[in-house]
């Protein structure tokens, strides 16, 4: 064999050897490439998950706020409402009050007792409590004090103008009363 030969069978070996390499370089990136995109694909669905989770618990709060507010409108509606009513709840107590020996056992009055009985009644149905305040000590998240009077208790109320009241926990309407200083 000649120089020329061999040099000829050198390059081919080396070609081959370098069209392999090439190969295997393109086979590599092709490997690289396909990684690069499943990964990125993979990146895309996580963010698709992360989002999706976001928003779903965006919509929970959502209904949630939806539900409180809801609750709340009633609350205030019905509180509106009721302290309307309260005032002519206390105008009976006070004619039941203020009406004379005589007259407590005459059918008019015996209808007055049992309209009250019944407003009563009827705002229990409504989780709306009335609480007597005489004797108590004063509780300024409960009472407003519109006088008082020097007597050796203090803050002790011996009267109570208007009665307070609870509707579904909360107080609907504080107490009007008079106590000892």
């Not at 393109?26 to 992360?50: A, F, G, R, W, Y």
């Not at 989770?53 to 709340?72: C, G, I, M, P, S």
């Not at 015996?110 to 108590?136: A, M, Q, R, Y």
């Not at 050796?152 to 579904?168: A, P, R, S």
């Amino acid at each position: 064999m000649s120089d020329k030969d061999k040099d000829s069978i050198l390059e081919d070996d080396i070609i081959d050897q370098m069209e392999s390499e090439l190969d295997q370089i393109d086979e590599t990136e092709k490997l690289e490439e396909q990684e690069k995109k499943e990964s990125e694909k993979q990146n895309s669905e996580d963010k698709t998950k992360e989002i999706l989770a976001k928003t779903l618990a965006d919509f929970d709060n959502y209904k949630k706020r939806v539900e409180r507010d809801k609750k709340d409108m009633i609350f205030f509606l019905k509180a509106d409402i009721l302290k309307n009513i309260l005032p002519r709840i206390d105008d009976i107590e006070r004619i039941i009050k203020n009406t004379p020996d005589d007259l407590k056992w005459n059918g008019l009055f015996e209808g007055i007792l049992s309209l009250e009985k019944k407003l009563l009644t009827d705002l229990e149905k409504l989780w709306v409590k009335p609480f007597n305040s005489i004797w108590e000590t004063v509780n300024p998240d409960l009472h407003d004090v519109m006088t008082t009077v020097p007597w050796k208790e203090t803050w002790i109320i011996f009267d109570e103008f208007e009665k307070w009241y609870l509707l579904e926990g909360k107080v609907l309407r504080h107490a009007k009363v008079i106590v000892w200083a």
